[in-house]
T-cell receptor, first 114, second 112 residues
Framework: DTAVSQTPKYLVTQMGNDKSIKCEQNLGHDTMYWYKQDSKKFLKIMFSYNNKELIINETVPNRFSPKSPDKAHLNLHINSLELGDSAVYFC?????????????FGDGTRLSIL | GENVEQHPSTLSVQEGDSAVIKCTYSDSASNYFPWYKQELGKGPQLIIDIRSNVGEKKDQRIAVTLNKTAKHFSLHITETQPEDSAVYFCAAIGGGADGLTFGKGTHLIIQP
């Protein structure tokens, strides 16, 4: 069983479109995250949610809006997609809000903007 | 905020030899240091972690050491095998529900 699952795995779309990426975890974790990995493989935190509430919102354009309908899901909606949004987006989850809890990652969504 | 430096960016070793990857961090409040392995087309997979109250931790062929005074930590892989080839990331995290701050990754290549 996949612990952290993301859909879709690949997303190819035109500049200016709006798209969503879904994430679900079946680990019973309270905290979920979105990370962005650029073409040089650099991983950077975007958002963190704990029990459906936003905890971290790094310097991310407000075109990116996370939505957490329940603590097992954290979706990422992106408006007006730009070329620079092309990257791999990873969802992760961890138990509780303690900083020393292991984070478990999904296999990523590769977003390509044409 | 936290800054994590990782070296080397690429490491090539002969199968059976040991590999060492080093990281430094800047925030003395950081208290958790995981290591991730990322294979092509996959997400980062946690392979070992260490907390700030421990100096060393070992799991079979993998070990991690932490020097809090010097603010550096290292990953040691012994008896390397072809399946160890991947990109390895170190990370650090401070208090609260923070996101991980990652190093820039090390591409480990195991030569047969």
């Amino acid at each position: 069983d996949t612990a952290v699952s993301q859909t879709p795995k690949y997303l190819v779309t035109q500049m200016g479109n709006d798209k969503s990426i879904k994430c679900e975890q079946n680990l019973g974790h309270d905290t979920m995250y979105w990370y962005k990995q650029d073409s040089k493989k650099f991983l950077k935190i975007m958002f963190s949610y704990n029990n459906k509430e936003l905890i971290i919102n790094e310097t991310v354009p407000n075109r990116f809006s996370p939505k957490s309908p329940d603590k097992a899901h954290l979706n990422l909606h992106i408006n007006s997609l730009e070329l620079g949004d092309s990257a791999v987006y990873f969802c992760a989850s961890s138990r509780g809000v303690d900083s020393n809890q292991p984070q478990h990652f999904g296999d990523g969504t590769r977003l390509s903007i044409l | 905020g936290e800054n994590v430096e990782q070296h080397p960016s690429t490491l090539s070793v002969q199968e059976g030899d040991s590999a060492v990857i080093k990281c430094t961090y800047s925030d003395s409040a950081s208290n958790y240091f995981p290591w991730y392995k990322q294979e092509l087309g996959k997400g980062p997979q946690l392979i070992i972690d260490i907390r700030s109250n421990v100096g060393e931790k070992k799991d079979q062929r993998i070990a991690v050491t932490l020097n809090k005074t010097a603010k550096h930590f290292s990953l040691h892989i012994t008896e390397t095998q072809p399946e160890d080839s991947a990109v390895y990331f170190c990370a650090a995290i401070g208090g609260g529900a923070d996101g991980l701050t990652f190093g820039k990754g090390t591409h480990l290549i195991i030569q047969p």
